[in-house]
C-alpha cells in the first residue's frame, strides 16, 4: 500500500518497496538462524532419555555433529532462498553461508568449540560479528543501506522522507 507522499516520489516508493522486502528477509533469516540451532542440538545433544544435553557438547565428535547440522541447515536455507542448488564444494559452501548469514563455517565452529556446553541459543541468536552488533542487525543495516543505495534517493528527498513518517 502506498502513500500520497510515497506516490510523489518514485525513488521514496521504491525504497518503502524495498525497505519492506529487508523486513521479509530479516524475519526469514532470524526463523533460519533459530532453526539452525534446534536442528543441530536435536541432532547431535539429544541423549537417550530423548532430551536435549548441553553438556554433550564437551565431546569433539558431538561439536562436529553439531556444527555440521547448522552448517547444512544455513546452506540449503541459503539455496532455498535464492532458488538455487546448494554448492557442494566446501568453499562454495563456505561462501554462501557467509554471504547470506554473515558468518563463515570457521567462526561457527570456533565458538562452538570455545563455549562447548555453555554455547546456548541465547548465545546463538546474539552472536557477534562486528563491535557489539549483533548478527541481525549488522544484516539489516547492510540490506537497508543497499535499498536506499538502490533506490537512487539523495539528500534532496529527505523532505519526502520526513513527510511520509
Do not use: C
Request: no cysteine; aromatic share 6%; charged share 20%.
Amino acid at each position: 500500500m502506498t502513500t500520497p507522499a510515497a506516490d510523489s516520489n518514485p525513488r521514496v516508493e521504491k525504497f518503502l518497496s524495498l525497505d519492506e522486502q529487508v523486513d521479509k528477509m530479516m524475519t526469514t533469516m532470524q526463523v533460519l538462524h533459530s532453526e539452525a540451532f534446534n536442528k543441530a542440538a536435536r541432532a547431535a545433544l539429544t541423549n537417550e532419555q530423548g532430551l536435549i544435553d548441553m553438556k554433550l557438547l564437551q565431546h569433539e565428535g558431538r561439536q562436529e555433529m553439531f556444527i555440521n547440522a547448522m552448517v547444512e541447515h544455513y546452506v540449503q536455507g541459503t539455496a532455498a532462498m535464492y532458488g538455487q542448488k546448494a554448492p557442494t564444494d566446501i568453499l562454495a559452501r563456505s561462501l554462501w553461508l557467509e554471504g547470506y548469514t554473515g558468518l563463515s563455517q570457521g567462526n561457527l565452529s570456533r565458538m562452538v568449540r570455545e563455549q562447548k556446553s555453555n554455547y546456548t541459543l541465547d548465545q546463538h541468536m546474539n552472536m557477534t560479528v562486528f563491535a557489539q552488533e549483533s548478527l541481525t542487525n549488522e544484516m539489516s543495516k547492510r540490506l537497508r543501506g543497499n535499498a536506499l543505495s538502490a533506490s537512487g534517493l539523495t539528500n534532496a528527498d529527505r523532505a519526502s522522507i520526513v513527510k511520509y513518517m
